[in-house]
């Protein structure tokens, strides 16, 4: 089972950028390439909801209507890490965001059914 570690979330003003990370560990015999990696979101009373993702080797990549444009996914996979690049940030995307894990590597999957592994979360607040 792979674990996986989010760093990186704050405070930002509205308008500012922010971005969060997360590393993999413990892959279980598999190598992170081997996993399609994601980020997601759970503001309070709401749903958790999917941002963006990025398949294994990192050719595909997919994106919320609300994240297009604004947020930019991306993998490292020789750290082992995962990115999530947050600019132009509106009040509404105050939530905890966590990073996932599929084992649907050869594609960026878009919901969040498609992820087995999770990390704790980090929180990202943006103010007015």
């Known amino acids: 089972q792979v674990q996986l570690v989010e760093s990186g979330g704050g405070l930002v003003q509205a308008g500012g950028s922010l971005r969060v990370s997360c590393a993999a560990s413990?892959?279980?015999?598999?190598?992170?390439?081997?996993?399609?990696m994601g980020w997601l979101r759970q503001a309070p009373g709401k749903r958790r909801e999917f941002v963006a993702s990025v398949s294994g080797i990192g050719r595909i990549t997919y994106y919320a209507d609300s994240a297009k444009g604004r947020f930019t996914i991306s993998r490292d996979n020789v750290k082992n890490t995962v990115d999530l690049q947050m600019s132009s940030l509106q009040p509404e995307d105050t939530a905890v965001y966590y990073c996932a894990a599929s084992l649907y590597d050869t594609t960026a999957p878009g919901s969040v059914e498609d992820f087995q592994y999770w990390g704790q979360g980090t929180q990202v607040t943006v103010s007015t």
């Open positions: 413990g892959a279980s015999g598999r190598t992170f390439e081997t996993y399609a």
